[in-house]
C-alpha cells in the first residue's frame, strides 16, 4: 500500500479487478507513475472466486466471433496486441501450474490466488501504487485537460483515468453501476444491459413439468433461434442451469422457447425402430435409461400415450418418443437476474471508444476497459482474455 500523501499521478486507475490491474502493470511498465484504486479489502475479488476457486484465466480458441457487441470488429484490435498467448506466457514466467479442461478452458492446477498474486508482484515491479478500501465517488474534468478523483474526503489528481470497475453482475462482489453512471455524466451512450451467462428460471408449468429433477445434469444441444451450444444443462430448483444454459442465456430474448436435444449424438428413430425389430418384447423406457436418468427419462416421456412393448409401438408412437427426448421445448419466464449472471450484456457503447487505445473519442484520457465496455465473450475463460487484453491496450497509451 503506497502512502497516500501523493496526490497527483499521470494515471489513475478505477478498479482492481482484472482489466484494471492489468492496465495498471502495462501503464507502470511505461514508466508512468500510476494509482490503483479497489474499493474493497483486496484486488481481483472476481479473480479468486472465479472458476470454482481455479480461475477459468483465459481461452485457447479465443477469436472475435466468440464475442457479442455493437460492432463485431471493435474488439478485433485489443484481441491482436494482445492475444491470449502473451498471458500464458505471463502465467508460465511465474511457474503456474494449469491445464486445459476442456474446450479451450485454461484453470490453474492449484489456486486462483496464484493468478491475484501474479498480478500483484507484477503492479509492485512496475511502481504501480495500490490503494484498497479506497472507492471512487466523482470524477471530475479539468480544463485544459487533467481530472480530479474524489476518494471519501481525499482527492487525487491524474493527467489519465481509466474505469474498470466492471459491470452489474454478482452484487456480492461489489458490482455496481459506477462506470455506467461516469460514462453517463461525460456524455457517452450506453447499450442496453440485462444479465449474461445466467441461469434460467421456470414458469408454474415448467416448474411442474420437471418437478423433482434438481441435481440431474445431462449433455444437450441447447437451441434458439440459429445459434446452438453442446454443453450440459443442470436442473435446479427454480428452472436450468448448466453450461448449455448460461452459454445460450446470452442470445435468448424474453418469451422465446428454448429448444433441447438430450441424445445430440443419436438417431434415436433409427435405434428405436432397430429395436422393434431385435428386441420386441424390450421396454422404451428400460432401453432409454442406457443414456439418461431414469428420473429424467420418466419426466421427458410424462406425456407421451403408454409405452407397450417395442413389438407394439407404432412408428407414430416412436416418432413421438423420439421428439420427446430430442427436441424438448422450454419457456423461461425470465433469468436469475444479475445475482448469478457472470457478466453484464452491454455497457459503455462501443461507438465511443478507440477500439485501438480504448480512450474515450469526445474525452481526451478518459479510458474504459473490461466488462464496463460492450464487449462480451462467451463462457470459458473469454471474458477474463476481454480484461487482460483492453487492459493491456489501454495500459500501452495512457
Known sequence: ????????????VIGGGAAGLMCAIEAGKRGKTVLLLEKSDKVGKKILIS??????????FTAPDRYLSENKHFHKSAFKQYPQQRFIDLVEKYGIAYHEKKLGQLFCDNTASQI????????????????????????ERHAPKGFSIRIGTEQVNASSVVIATGGLSIPKMGANDFAHRMASSFG????????????FTFDVPDMQRF??????????????????????????????????????????????????????????????KSQRQENPKGSVIKFMNRYLASRLVEKLLEKTPPLPE??????????????????????????????????????VS?????SKTMETKEVPGLYFVGEAVDVTGFLGGYNFQWAWSSGYVAGQNV
Open 1 to 12: 500500500m503506497t502512502e497516500r500523501a501523493v496526490k497527483n499521478f499521470e494515471v489513475v
Open 116 to 139: 491475484t498474486e501474479m498480478l500483484l508482484q507484477e503492479c509492485d515491479a512496475a511502481n504501480v501504487a495500490v490503494w484498497c478500501d479506497a472507492g471512487a465517488d466523482r470524477i
Open 211 to 272: 418437478a423433482g429433477l434438481s441435481g440431474v445434469s445431462a449433455d444437450v444441444i441447447a437451441k434458439t433461434g440459429k445459434t446452438s451450444f453442446r454443453e450440459n444443462v443442470l436442473f435446479t430448483h427454480r428452472g436450468v442451469s448448466g453450461p448449455a444454459i448460461l452459454q445460450i442465456s446470452s442470445f435468448w430474448e424474453n418469451g422465446k422457447a428454448i429448444h433441447l436435444d438430450f441424445l445430440p449424438d443419436e438417431d434415436l428413430l433409427s435405434q428405436l
Open 310 to 347: 417395442f413389438g407394439n409401438c407404432s412408428d407414430r408412437l416412436l416418432s413421438q418418443v423420439t421428439a420427446a427426448i430430442k427436441d424438448v421445448s422450454i419457456t423461461p419466464n425470465g433469468t436469475e437476474g444479475y445475482r448469478k449472471a457472470e457478466v453484464t450484456l452491454g455497457g
Open 51 to 60: 472458476g470454482g476457486g481455479r480461475c477459468n484465466f483465459t481461452n485457447l
Open 188 to 199: 457517452l451512450s450506453l447499450t442496453p444491459m440485462k444479465p449474461g451467462l445466467v441461469p
Open 350 to 354: 462501443t461507438a465511443c471508444l478507440n
